[in-house]
């Protein structure tokens, strides 16, 4: 089975301290993606990245940083955490083909930024 | 900008029943594929079911099927014989020229035994 795993499932940080959400995936999938979560909003993406040590900027990358320096892995980091990046942050991956692929999902971060 | 609107935040369906979850969508794109994934508690989103919007056909996956109206750019998802398993949040979504995903809100699926 394919894999896209996130390595904390819950995560509890204070206002301020720096958070790095990791994500890794084992089907050599050259796309992957941040996701935010929010109720009522769905899914906006944050960071994406298409290959080692690419990245590109989504829709909301105020406030976050991403790495990329193993094909598999992919971090998002938050330089100085905020209540307002209280959140659901899901990791995903795919192969880029022709735009109908779908997307392989890890199991989310619930972040409380207290 | 595309958008993704799922007027639905909450739908509730008798087990065995059938329920169409709706979604509409803008895009000025000729073509373009259309999503429908679904998140149950688990929180793991997995992909239910696509359209490529050149293709006339309704997509249709066991019990899920999607009504697609190009023109009104409506793509709705029908479950048929719904399962107390179906329950989850199902989010639409469009993939746009840039071959990024715009995400409708979600509907949350419930469903009563």
């Not at chain 2, 719904?82 to 469903?111: E, H, P, V």
């Amino acid at each position: 089975d394919v894999k896209v795993t996130q390595s904390s499932r819950y995560l509890v940080k204070r206002t301020g301290e720096k958070v790095f959400l990791e994500c890794v995936q084992d089907m050599d999938h050259e796309n992957m993606f941040w996701y935010r979560q929010d109720p009522g909003l769905g899914l906006r993406l944050i960071y994406f990245s298409y290959d080692v040590k690419m990245k590109e900027k989504g829709d909301i990358p105020e406030g976050y940083s991403v790495s990329r320096e193993k094909k598999e892995r992919f971090s998002l980091i938050l330089e100085s955490a905020s209540t307002n990046q209280t959140s659901m942050y899901l990791c995903a991956s795919t192969y880029l083909t022709g735009g109908g692929e779908k997307l392989f999902f890890g199991s989310g971060t619930q972040l409380s930024v207290l | 900008a595309q958008t993704v609107t799922q007027s639905q935040p909450e739908m509730s369906v008798q087990e065995a029943e059938t329920v169409t979850l709706s979604c509409t969508y803008d895009t000025s794109e000729s073509d373009y594929y259309l999503f429908w994934y679904k998140q149950p508690p688990s929180r793991q989103m997995i992909l239910v079911i696509r359209q490529e919007a050149y293709k006339q056909q309704n997509a249709t996956e066991n019990r899920f099927s999607v009504n697609f109206q190009k023109a009104a750019k409506s793509f709705s998802l029908k479950i048929s014989d719904s399962q107390l398993g179906d329950a989850a949040m199902y989010f639409c979504a469009c993939r746009d020229s840039n071959y990024q995903l715009i995400w409708g809100a979600g509907t949350k699926l419930i469903i009563k035994p």
